[in-house]
């Protein structure tokens, strides 16, 4: 039996339409290159696993259309539930992975099965939809016209049930993405700049250390009492780095990182001195010059010969870190912000990144909430770095929580992915300028708004569930 010609033609306008935003989506601007060594081989060794949960997200919503469309297009005697959700499966299947294979041949793209996967999973949910679109629809509508009486228990009991399942998988995806397992091992350390060199910081650092284990408080307090001696002495640290002017290259004493180098610039007029009216707001320090410390500028700063790929992927298994870092500004009107220590592949995607900007001491943690930029929420410390002296920031990440501690225990700063702090990343559209200030941080509002967004449409429900007993003979 066939379609009427209606149906037919909205099925069809939906697949152009939805393929359109589609291919918007994932291959514009279509600058196509043919890669060197293009083989099978070449495409199986280039697909990646893994990336964040805002992409998750955005891959199942954009394939909702495509398999909502199929769906209507399937001749009629053939709908059924099982037939109406395995094309929807296999087309958005089919079409997800032409599109990721077609990603081989933009330089801009990146080839990820986790997109197809979630892509698929978007088509099927779309044939879900419509099938099921006659009984959603008369339930909004007999609410909308205020004919509740209407309405069978079952079907607000099945409302219910499927609203409260929703919100009981949201949360627990949020759970379980408060972790490390999107880090990309194949990125390098870099000191006092990103590692393609476009965010140049001016300052000075003595030391570096990291350890594969958070600290609690306790720990904590002890560390910043004996900074160096703590961490000379603990078995846990992976790279210790005492950074002085004295040598060509540097190496950590545990010699699990590759050696750092210098990369320099020659001077130019814009980077040789400051500008007339940033003087006043540089911090140009005799006694900082006979102190053990290197000097970072845009000149001339450090990173590793090669991906720091154990570092990268030891802390990525263990899920948690210590790091501790001494170090001084030069300049309380940087930007960017500017590189003082980060794990990157460059200025947008990152594993890790601490930063100044003007006196903001600026944070990025790359999780599946955060994404592979890390600004999902990206963190700021207001007014540490008003003043040209050294500090001691130590920052640990433990069991979903991140901690900071500047420079004495009393000094703490702290933020926990949870639930209530992360379900923005839900919202479909990108969320830019999402900034969380530590200093002055409470989780109070971000609690408020959780449980009223996700309280209102459930007791919505059962209002209306209340207003149907009532209406019963």
């Known amino acids: 039996m066939n379609l009427p010609i209606k149906n037919r033609f909205w099925g069809y306008f939906g697949l152009v339409t939805s393929l359109s935003l589609i291919c918007a989506a994932t291959i514009s601007p279509f600058d196509f290159v043919v890669p060197e060594g293009l083989s099978w081989q070449f495409i199986r060794e280039g697909f990646r696993f893994g990336s964040n949960l805002k992409d998750y997200w955005q891959n199942i919503l954009l394939f909702v259309p495509w398999g909502f469309s199929i769906s209507i297009i399937i001749p009629s005697k053939y709908k059924i539930a099982r037939t109406i959700l395995f094309f929807s499966l296999l087309s958005g299947f089919i079409l997800s992975t032409t599109v990721e294979l077609t990603q081989f041949l933009l330089p801009t793209r990146v080839s990820n099965l986790t997109d197809i996967i979630y892509n698929s999973i978007g088509g099927m949910l779309g044939g879900l939809i419509y099938y099921f679109h006659f009984k959603i629809i008369k339930f909004i509508g007999t609410i909308v016209v205020g004919r509740i009486d209407r309405l069978s228990y079952r079907s607000i009991f099945w409302a219910i049930g499927i609203y409260c399942s929703i919100v009981t998988l949201g949360i627990l995806i949020l759970i379980l993405s408060a972790n490390l397992n999107n880090w990309d091992e194949n990125y390098y350390l870099s000191i006092g700049n990103e590692v393609n060199g476009n965010r140049p910081w001016d300052g000075y ?9 958070g600290v609690n ?11 160096n001696n703590f961490f000379s002495q603990d078995d846990r640290v992976l790279t210790s780095l005492i950074l002085d002017r004295d040598r060509q290259v540097y190496r950590d004493s545990n010699r699990l990182l590759p050696s750092l180098v210098w990369h320099k610039k020659p001077p130019s007029p814009s980077t040789d001195k400051p500008s007339n009216n940033l003087v006043k707001n540089v911090c140009l320090s005799s006694q900082k010059s006979t102190d053990n410390s290197i000097t970072i500028n845009a000149r001339q700063w450090l990173k590793t010969q090669v991906p720091a790929t154990f570092l990268n992927k030891h802390l990525k298994e ?22 003082i220590f980060s ?31 890390a600004v999902n929420p990206e963190f700021l410390i207001a007014n540490i770095l008003d003043d040209c002296v050294f500090h001691n920031v130590l920052f640990t990440f433990k069991k979903s929580k991140l901690t900071f501690y500047i420079d004495k225990i009393e000094n703490k700063y702290s933020f926990s992915f949870n639930p209530y702090t992360s379900f923005p990343i839900f919202i479909p559209w990108n969320h830019h300028g999402w ?22 449409p459930l007791l919505f429900l059962i209002v209306i569930l209340l207003f149907r007993y009532k209406s019963s003979p």
Request: charged share 20%.
């Open 205 to 213: 650092i003595k030391s570096i250390y990291i350890s594969d284990r």
């Open 217 to 227: 408080y306790a720990v904590a307090k002890t560390a910043l009492a004996e900074f």
């Open 318 to 339: 263990k899920d948690e870190f210590t790091i501790g870092i001494t170090f001084a500004s030069n300049n309380l009107e940087q930007g960017g912000p500017a590189r």
């Open 343 to 373: 794990l990157s592949q460059n200025a947008y995607t990152q594993n890790l990144v601490l930063g100044q900007k003007k006196t903001d001491l600026y944070f990025r943690l790359r999780t599946p909430i955060t994404g592979r930029n």
């Open 435 to 456: 900034l969380i200030d530590l200093s002055d941080f409470s989780d109070f509002k971000y609690r408020f708004v959780f449980y009223l967004i996700i309280t209102m």
